[in-house]
């Protein structure tokens, strides 16, 4: 257990569908990612927020939407995603954007 | 940002010691040199992280020369339970990313 928890473990959801991820992070943590690896690819940086504050937004489609409420959790919210959208989609956390992160277990998505 | 670079795969027996190499040519004076293991389906999982010379825990060894342009993981007597993906992501540096290549894929042998 690396303190870094995801939910749901898997995801099937369709192109019309709306859904969200839940991450929470239990080390006190000020940081917080969200990746994206699809098969056979590296890990894409998605989204940070140092503070609850949105630092960077790596060109991804408005589709993906991220809401950071606290510094504990981190949510992304999913609307009309496409087929090649299924991936499995990891949290992170850290003490600040600059230190060591931390990775949960991931989301395994599959959008039919 | 140009990735750091690092063996695709290796293959090794059970019981071996395994030394992966990465290449940091651009690596910035801020950075420390942080390695992780990633299980297919699973987050990576942080291993061990050095700014130069050798740091040891209890699950691997890491060696950075003087230059701090490579670094080599070292894992005593590995286990099937090591076969993985290694990461050496390139950074944080000041731009908050973590930029992952490929890995190396170590496949550990009975």
């Known amino acids: 257990e690396t303190g870094v928890t995801q939910t749901p473990r898997h995801l099937v959801m369709g192109m019309t569908n709306k859904k969200s991820l839940k991450c929470e992070q239990h080390l006190g943590h000020n940081a917080m990612y969200w990746y994206k690896q699809s098969a056979k690819k590296p890990l894409e940086l998605m989204f940070v927020?140092?503070?609850?504050?949105?630092?960077e937004n790596n060109s991804v489609p408005s589709r993906f939407s991220p809401e950071c409420p606290n510094s504990s959790h981190l949510f992304l919210h999913l609307h009309t995603l496409q087929p090649e959208d299924s991936a499995l989609y990891l949290c992170a956390s850290s003490q600040d954007p600059r230190d060591t992160q931390y990775f949960g277990p991931g989301t395994r998505l599959t959008v039919l | 940002l140009a990735k750091t670079t690092q063996p695709i795969s290796m293959d090794s027996y059970e019981g071996q010691e395994v030394n992966i190499t990465c290449s940091h040519n651009n690596i910035a004076t801020n950075d420390y040199i942080t390695w992780y293991q990633q299980f297919p389906s699973q987050g990576p999982r942080f291993i061990i992280q050095g700014y130069k010379t050798k740091v040891t825990n209890e699950v691997a060894s890491l060696f950075i020369p003087a230059d701090r342009k490579s670094s080599t993981l070292s894992l005593p007597r590995v286990s099937l339970s090591d076969t993985a993906v290694y990461y050496c992501?390139?950074?944080?540096?000041?731009?908050?990313?973590?930029?992952f290549g490929t890995g190396t894929r170590l496949k550990v042998l009975a």
């Open positions: 992501p390139r950074g944080p540096s000041g731009t908050y990313k973590y930029i």
């Open positions: 927020y140092s503070l609850e504050e949105r630092v």
